[in-house]
C-alpha cells in the first residue's frame, strides 16, 4: 500500500518561502510522475506543479517563477520550493502520485500567508 507523508506547512509573512516535502513509501516500482495540489476554502482543488522521474516540469500559471518542484528519486520523495509567498498561495496542499495500481494522495499540509 502507497502511502504519502507531507511536511513543511505552516503560517508565513507575505513575501516569505517555504519549502513542502512528500516522501512516499510502501513503492515497489519506479514512480514517474509526482504533483503537489492545493485547495483553498471554497474552492476546487487544484494543480501546483508536476515533476516526471526524468525531471520535466510542469507548473500553474499563478506559480510559475515563484515555485520550484524537484525530487530525489532514490527517496521517493518530492519537494516544493515556494518563494514570494501571497495571501491567494494560502490553501491546504497535497502530494500526489500516480501509480500503477491507483491515484494516491496524501493527507495535505496546511500553508497559511498572513501578516
Known amino acids: 500500500q502507497v502511502q504519502l507523508v507531507e511536511s513543511g506547512g505552516g503560517l508565513v509573512q507575505p513575501g516569505g518561502s517555504l519549502r513542502l516535502s512528500c516522501t512516499a513509501s510502501g513503492i515497489l516500482f519506479s514512480i514517474n510522475v509526482m504533483g503537489w495540489y492545493r485547495q483553498a476554502p471554497g474552492k476546487e482543488r487544484e494543480l501546483v506543479a508536476t515533476i516526471t522521474r526524468g525531471g520535466s516540469t510542469n507548473y500553474a500559471d499563478s506559480v510559475k517563477g515563484r515555485f520550484t518542484i524537484s525530487r530525489v528519486n532514490a527517496k521517493n520523495t518530492v519537494y516544493l520550493q515556494m518563494n514570494s509567498l501571497n495571501a491567494e498561495d494560502t490553501a491546504v496542499y497535497y502530494c500526489?502520485?500516480?501509480?500503477?495500481?491507483?491515484?494516491?494522495w496524501g493527507k495535505g499540509t496546511q500553508v497559511t500567508v498572513s501578516s
Open positions: 500526489n502520485v500516480p501509480y500503477y495500481n491507483g491515484d494516491y
